[in-house]
Nanobody, 125 residues
Framework: QVQLVESGGGLVQAGGSLSLSCAAS????????MAWFRQTAGKEREFVAA????????YYANSVKGRFTISRDNAKNTVYLQMNSLKPEDTAVYYC??????????????????WGQGTQVIVSS
């Protein structure tokens, strides 16, 4: 069992930056693929970024590529999402997720085993 707690959300102006953190507790954090998703009201949860256990492989949604960076520190059981050049359309609740099976379909929310409670990000224009 893994518990995930996100932090770092808030209100920022367009063009600004925010850094999200996801602290994990429980066993074997360092072997999970970790990911960030986001969701707005009435829409399906959307893939943002993912990272494998060793940080050697990362994936990004096209909408955030070049602006967001996912990273992790296994010694601290924490995964991060650095968000730069934020746009109003980045406004959403951001969720941290863990996949223990390393599914090929890393962008599907249904393959992830554990989720955090979410943190709100609001980007004003």
């Amino acid at each position: 069992q893994v518990q995930l707690v996100e932090s770092g959300g808030g209100l920022v102006q367009a063009g600004g930056s925010l850094s999200l953190s996801c602290a994990a507790s429980g066993r074997a954090f360092n072997v999970y693929r970790m990911a960030w998703f986001r969701q707005t009201a009435g829409k399906e949860r959307e893939f943002v970024a993912a990272i494998n256990w060793s940080s050697s492989t990362t994936y990004y949604a096209n909408s955030v590529k070049g602006r967001f960076t996912i990273s992790r520190d296994n010694a601290k059981n924490t995964v991060y999402l650095q968000m730069n050049s934020l746009k109003p359309e980045d406004t959403a609740v951001y969720y941290c997720a863990a996949d223990q099976h390393y599914s090929l379909t890393y962008a599907l929310f249904s393959v992830y085993d554990y989720w955090g409670q979410g943190t709100q990000v609001i980007v004003s224009s």
